[in-house]
């Protein structure tokens, strides 16, 4: 395959772009910065092209494009942060369908798959999501709806939209953050620990991008979280486990609203979603219960 991938030098790009690498698929990196990103993705059979000029030139003639471009929202919103958040989703996916619109049809890619979230839900301690459920009306839900818009309009054979939840991996994301603080002997949930985690292992995320790209059966919306969704308060106990340390001492949700503001949603507030037509489809996720996910991050 010949893959274009935008957000490639984050968390799960970053992963996704090494493994099409090893499996000999060409990458083409879509990045505004591609010396910087050439430094951080050193794989054979990777090219980089500059997301603003060369767009284009980028998609014609790829098999697939996978869209992971979006601004971090676990920090303090402002109200110009909350517009980049959308921007860097939305304006970025638009650019994208309209540009693999421009193309013959005999150059388009065949396929796009575009990130999206299970903040597309909105939030609730007691209801249980699928693909099939309806959105939320919080701001992570618009953005999602939006999201998931833009990618929609592109004129391909196939548009696989990936509702992501929180992906567990050393390397950043939700873990990374808590790994230290269990360390040092000081880790806890967050606010009650009662919200809702619906989490993902980065290798399932990426081996389902593959899956995406690969098998034609994929198109519409799914589900990319594992099937077991926890409690904040066991994904606390699973590490604690794993790494010997105690998970008795919470972070207050006072302390979180006062770092991160509005947007302490993110980690005070959760989802329970299950990943119905993703396992209709036929994925098997390797890393199915969260003691099993975290003992393999923690050990490699």
Not at 63 to 90: C, D, H, M, Q, Y
Not at 179 to 189: D, E, Q, R, S, V
Request: charged share 20%; net charge positive; with cysteine.
């Amino acid at each position: 395959m010949v893959v274009a991938v935008t957000g490639a030098t984050g968390l799960v790009g970053s992963r996704l772009v090494s493994r099409l690498s090893a499996q000999g698929h060409t990458v083409r990196v879509l990045t505004r910065n591609p010396d910087k990103a050439r430094g951080k993705l050193p794989y054979a059979r990777v090219r980089f092209y500059n997301l603003q000029q060369q767009l284009q030139e980028a998609l014609k003639g790829a098999t697939g494009v996978v869209n992971l471009a979006g601004e971090p929202i676990a920090t303090r919103w402002s109200a110009s942060l909350k517009r980049e958040i959308k921007a860097s989703r939305v304006t970025t996916t638009t650019n994208l369908a309209e540009a693999i619109n421009g193309l013959p049809e005999a150059d388009r890619p065949e396929v796009l798959c575009s990130a999206s979230a299970v903040g597309y839900y909105g939030n609730s301690q007691n209801q249980t999501f699928n693909e099939s459920s309806n959105s939320g009306r919080d701001y992570l839900a618009e953005v999602c709806r939006d999201w998931e818009a833009a990618a929609e309009q592109a004129k391909t054979k196939r548009v696989v939209i990936m509702r992501t939840g929180i992906v567990l991996a050393k390397e950043g994301g939700a873990l990374a953050k808590m790994l230290p603080i269990f360390n040092i002997f000081a880790g806890g949930p967050l606010g009650n620990g009662q919200q809702w985690c619906s989490w993902v292992h980065r290798d399932d995320l990426v081996n389902l991008y593959i899956e995406a790209l690969q098998n034609t059966a994929f198109n519409g919306t799914y589900n990319a979280t594992a099937p077991n969704p926890v409690r904040m308060s066991e994904l606390c106990s699973s590490l604690g486990r794993v790494l010997g340390r105690p998970s008795w001492l919470p972070v207050p949700e006072f302390a979180l609203q006062t770092l991160l503001g509005e947007g302490a949603q993110v980690v005070l507030e959760g989802q329970r979603v299950l990943p119905a037509k993703t396992q209709e489809q036929g994925f098997n996720f390797k890393f199915d219960d969260v003691d099993t996910a975290v003992r393999d991050i923690v050990a490699t």
